[in-house]
């Protein structure tokens, strides 16, 4: 068995030891925050529907809702606008003509809620608040969802707006698949979720999470959006993350949670988006023809995002600003 000196010489000798000081250097952002150092209450939100959303997040934090009431009503302004084709109402069906919604929540408390392949509920954010809130679960899907969402006061109706159903036949006629490969010519074409994250003034931190998915999807397909820790994940203690693009991607890495736990481990938001995406290019082959944007925000208030692809840009509400930042992307 090796001793502790002969492990620390064979580390030593295989150069691994140089690169621990970068490594010990790191401290975790302290959960005690003052006044004085943190930026906030603070939003950030994917893609430029967040800055309506970011608008509604802090209007609810200012009128004295929690931090809970900021998320939810944020992102329900997208998944309520017929002309957003990623969200919600006249959000991209799947090949069947199927509109059918993912969501996902989680609150300061680290409590979580999340709905999947939910369909004709205009507001799938406030069903997997729901869930987080009023159930021992974390997850309903599918039928159970939509009666769960119907037992509870939520009213049925057809999500797929006569410009969906339009758009949807014309993509039958070539009924051609291949989500994101024309990037360069199409960015947007086959996504665009709301992801957002809001801090208090108290520095306590939820996040939200809301999309139709993939447009023309295999029906029963569902992404990274309802999982947590990968569309969204939030530590009170550290700070929280969300993303958006491929979600398949996302799900081999299960990223959100890797960027809060590499924020945990002293990375600034930006740096731990910058490696959840590198993390994406090591393991996943199909990221040179994939978009991914991660966006973070940490207990400072301090923000970042990463993406694969450029393209991506994101919204930010701090210190009485809302606009819209283009992110730096990997490729
Ligand atoms: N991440 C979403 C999904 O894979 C897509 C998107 O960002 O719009 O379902």
Same mark, same amino acid.
């Given at each position: 068995m090796l001793n502790r000196r002969k492990f620390l010489e064979k580390l030593s000798a295989a150069g691994v030891l140089t690169l621990l000081p970068e490594v010990v250097k790191s401290v975790p952002v302290p959960a005690g925050i003052t006044d004085d150092n943190i930026a906030a209450p603070a939003v950030i939100s994917t893609w430029s529907h967040g800055i309506p959303a970011n608008k509604k997040a802090m209007e609810v934090m200012q009128m004295g809702g929690s931090v809970v009431d900021a998320v939810e009503q944020a992102v329900m302004i997208p998944e309520a606008d017929?002309? /957003?084709?990623?969200?919600?109402?006249?959000g991209t069906p799947d090949r069947d003509g199927h509109v059918t919604l993912d969501a996902s929540i989680m609150g300061p408390d680290g409590n979580a809620g999340s709905v999947c392949?939910?369909?004709?509920?205009?507001h799938p954010i406030s069903v997997a608040r729901l869930v987080m809130e009023k159930t021992p679960h974390v997850m309903l899907a599918g039928e159970g969802a939509l009666q769960f969402a119907l037992e509870n006061g939520f009213e049925e109706q057809n999500l797929l707006t006569p410009e969906t159903e339009k758009a949807w036949k014309e993509w039958l006629?070539?009924?051609?698949?291949?989500?994101?490969? /024309?990037w360069e010519d199409k960015p947007n074409e086959f996504h665009d979720t709301i992801g957002l994250l809001a801090m208090d003034k108290n520095g306590d931190m939820a996040g939200a999470c809301t999309t139709s998915g993939l447009g023309y999807k295999i029906r029963g397909r569902v992404g990274d959006s309802p999982i947590i820790g990968a569309g969204l994940f939030v530590d009170n203690e550290i700070g929280g993350a969300t993303a958006t693009g491929m979600g398949e991607l996302v799900m081999k890495t299960l990223g959100s949670f890797l960027v809060v736990e590499l924020m945990r481990q002293g990375r600034s938001p930006q740096q731990a988006c910058k490696e959840a995406v590198e993390r994406i290019v090591q393991k996943v082959p199909e990221n040179k023809i994939r978009q991914v944007g991660f966006i973070a925000m940490n207990k400072r208030g301090e923000t970042g995002a990463f993406c694969l692809q450029p393209g991506f840009n994101y919204a930010v509400h701090q210190k009485g600003e809302n606009k819209m930042i283009d992110s730096r992307s990997y490729y």
């Open positions: 017929p002309m /957003n084709r990623s969200v919600g109402l006249g392949f939910l369909e004709h509920i205009i006629k070539e009924s051609d698949y291949n989500p994101e490969v /024309n």
